[in-house]
């Protein structure tokens, strides 16, 4: 499948895909969670084995903390925690200086391995969706790993699957795409999982500065659009606060957004990364921020059926009607950006390379008038 293609199929997908009938049945409320927790890094671990000792320490301490907050929640607000999203690599941390094969070997987990069969465990036990950003093997593209965000339903197995489109550094669908969509399908690409506490998309990390991922997913029905992230600490705003929040508005939908409470055993400051996870609802509103730490105070009610309910209803504040997509298809279409196919063979590309085609792009784009 070509980019225009991909690009107006998913366009071409129904933008309110309920019936007057499924939009009254809506979900009752629940309470959503952005916990924030603490990330012991592997890359402190010289052996594949250390590494997953402490990636399964990581999991029993967060159903720990996932099983303390839900008790604290429901006896605080009456409503069950239906939805946990936990922060970007929150049991492995980043790569810093590892190879990518060497950190395959050590940090990548397997679709079907044991530490994805414990976290769906936690989802399973505690009877919510959790949400899990890790870097994840995929056997039909064995060189390669992908920073995926899986949510996990309450029976423990997967109900969504989507992995990050745009990395510098980690490999992506992108990468492959033909190959991919060969393998997975167009619906893989930008997946939405429709349940009983609405319809959830998902977006990784930096890739909420980028308007067309929170989008594509709203374009196929996304109501609550969760967010792991990993991101620097500050008291102003940062370019991903500001872009959490339009991304909410411009979209009519929940953001839940989880940051890491700090990164141990790397030689960085741990607390760089740290507080600001948040729950925004539909008009840009911070319904529960954390401040620094360990913390489950990013958490709030959810109210689908008033979502529902405002993007149905008819006036200036219904963006998502009123959006004209035939004028944008042009210059989306005979723009050329950043190329798919970037690793057509599925080899491992190292940092070097990458920076020389980042530099060739700006190169392109400076030809073409685009930048100055």
Request: hydrophobic fraction near 40%; charge should be neutral; aromatic fraction near 8%.
């Amino acid at each position: 499948m070509t980019r225009r293609g991909f690009l107006l199929s998913t366009l071409a997908g129904a933008l309110f895909p309920m019936s007057t009938a499924q939009a009254q049945a809506a979900p009752p409320r629940f309470t959503a969670l952005a916990l924030q927790t603490r990330c012991d890094a592997v890359n402190q671990d010289q052996t594949r084995g250390a590494a997953r000792e402490r990636m399964r320490a990581a999991i029993a301490r967060v159903g720990g903390e996932i099983a303390a907050a839900r008790g604290f929640l429901q006896g605080f607000n009456g409503y069950d925690a239906r939805l946990v999203v936990l922060p970007e690599y929150w049991m492995t941390g980043y790569p810093l200086g590892e190879t990518r094969q060497l950190w395959q070997d050590k940090a990548a987990i397997d679709v079907d391995g044991p530490e994805s069969a414990a976290i769906g465990e936690i989802a399973q036990r505690h009877r919510l969706f959790l949400c899990s950003n890790h870097y994840e093997n995929d056997a039909r593209f064995p060189d390669l790993y992908f920073q995926s965000n899986v949510i996990f339903g309450p029976n423990g197995d997967p109900v969504l699957r989507y992995r990050r489109m745009i990395s510098l550094y980690t490999p992506t669908p992108y990468d492959v795409w033909d190959r991919y969509l060969d393998a997975y399908g167009a619906d893989a690409i930008f997946p939405v999982a429709d349940t009983e506490i609405g319809l959830l998309g998902s977006v990784a990390s930096e890739e909420i500065l980028y308007p067309e991922i929170a989008r594509m997913h709203v374009f196929k029905g996304a109501e609550i659009l969760v967010h792991p992230t990993s991101e620097v600490f500050s008291p102003n705003l940062t370019p991903k606060h500001i872009a959490k929040m339009a991304r909410a508005v411009e979209n009519m939908a929940y953001v839940v957004s989880a940051n890491s409470a700090g990164i141990y055993g790397t030689p960085a400051p741990a607390h760089a990364t740290d507080a600001m996870s948040i729950v925004i609802d539909w008009y840009g509103r911070t319904l529960a921020e954390a401040g620094p730490g360990e913390s489950f105070n990013a958490n709030a009610v959810l109210d689908v059926a008033a979502l529902r309910d405002a993007r149905r209803r008819t006036g200036m504040t219904n963006l998502l009607s009123r959006l004209p997509l035939d004028a944008f298809e042009g210059p989306y279409r005979d723009t050329a950006l950043a190329p798919a196919n970037r690793t057509p063979d599925g080899r491992m590309i190292e940092r070097p390379e990458v920076i020389q085609r980042q530099r060739d792009v700006i190169e392109r784009l400076a030809r073409d008038g685009i930048i100055r």
